[in-house]
């Protein structure tokens, strides 16, 4: 099993669960982060004052997959996500050692 974590813009949310959902992919944790990257911030005006917004928002996605779903579960999110222009996220896959479903006592791929 592995643990996939994709950080996103959060408009690009829906897009995601809506591309995931087609390739059966039902459950997913979100979460919203606020990150520093090569986006670099950006400026905003407040009652006239000038302020730098260092951390950006994003949205964390975290998908427990079976091995077997992992490139097509990267590929749909890279999919939904990519604009081409700088911010667009980063995927992550780690390696997930035990899974269990605590309503059923399930384990592994089958508490997924």
Do not use: C
């Amino acid at each position: 099993m592995k643990l996939i974590i994709a950080i996103i813009q959060p408009h690009r949310l829906d897009a995601v669960r809506e591309s995931l959902t087609a390739i059966g992919i039902e459950g997913m944790t979100v979460t919203e982060v606020r990150g520093y990257g090569r986006q670099k911030g950006h400026t905003e005006i407040y009652r006239g004052a000038e302020y730098q917004i260092a951390f950006m928002a994003k949205l964390k996605l975290e998908i427990a997959v079976a091995d077997s779903r992992v490139d097509d579960v990267v590929a749909t999110i890279t999919k939904a996500t990519r604009t081409g222009k700088i911010g667009d996220g980063k995927i992550f896959v780690l390696d997930l050692e035990q899974a269990q479903r605590v309503r059923t006592g399930e384990t592994g791929d089958n508490a997924l």
